[in-house]
């Protein structure tokens, strides 16, 4: 079954508005991996967030972590149409191995210019 | 520092073919990982590679192999291919340490006619 699900599947806005996507996992983790995948092409890493943080910032991406709801989400401020993409939370695998990820299904964000 | 390459970026290849795709890590990354993604499953890990040994492996058949060399590089196998193995594979390399980031490549998009 899956670990990480993201909440919405997909996600449709005007450029210049905030993107929120969520991400809910099952296990206790020690860590969650934020992604991006522009159409068929490979996974671009955004941001790592340990379970002793509670938020963390890179750019214009805000990711936050609440452990005791099992879950995640992702911010895009100011959205742009080049933040167009699928967005994906990872979560460790066994004993907390990030070589063996666990991926949701992903929220497709399309921002219209 | 160069990203993760994957090679060829594209296949085609017949069904009973085999087939093997090839990935460098960055450099100094001794873990590589083999991820397929397909939009029934979505994204699988296969297995991981440290050191030239597999430490972990999916839920995936025999079929399904790898190697790793000395310097990292990593060969993935599929022999007797069938039309359910076309798929995007991705590979991701990582210090392999608990709780490092897994960066991934481009992929190989496989198509088995």
């Known amino acids: 079954s899956q670990q990480g699900e993201e909440d919405p599947q997909a996600l449709s806005i005007q450029e210049g508005e905030n993107a929120t996507m969520n991400c809910s996992y099952k296990?206790?983790?020690?860590?969650l991996q934020w992604y991006r995948q522009n159409s068929g092409r490979g996974l671009v890493h955004l941001i790592l967030?340990?379970?002793?943080?509670r938020e963390k910032h890179s750019g214009r991406l805000r990711v936050t972590l609440d452990t005791s709801k099992k879950s995640s989400s992702l911010l895009i401020t100011a959205s742009r149409a080049a933040d167009t993409a699928s967005y994906f939370c990872a979560t460790p695998g066994d004993g907390g191995s990030n070589y063996k990820l666990t991926f949701g299904k992903g929220t497709l964000l399309t921002v219209n210019p | 520092k160069a990203g993760v390459t994957q090679t060829p970026r594209y296949l085609i290849k017949t069904r009973g073919q085999q087939v093997t795709l090839s990935c460098s890590p960055i450099s100094g990354h001794r873990s590589v990982s083999w991820y397929q993604q397909t939009p029934g499953q979505g994204l699988q890990f296969l297995f991981e590679?440290?050191?030239?040994?597999?430490?972990n492996k999916g839920n995936f058949p025999g079929r399904f192999s790898g190697r790793q060399f000395s310097n990292s590089r990593s060969e993935m196998n599929v022999s007797t291919l069938e039309l359910g193995d076309s798929a995007l594979y991705l590979c991701a390399s990582s210090l392999g340490g608990e709780g490092t980031e897994a960066f991934f490549g481009q992929g190989t998009r496989l198509t088995v006619v």
């Open positions: 590679y440290f050191s030239e040994t597999q430490r």
């Open positions: 967030i340990r379970s002793n943080e």
């Open positions: 296990t206790s983790i020690n860590n």
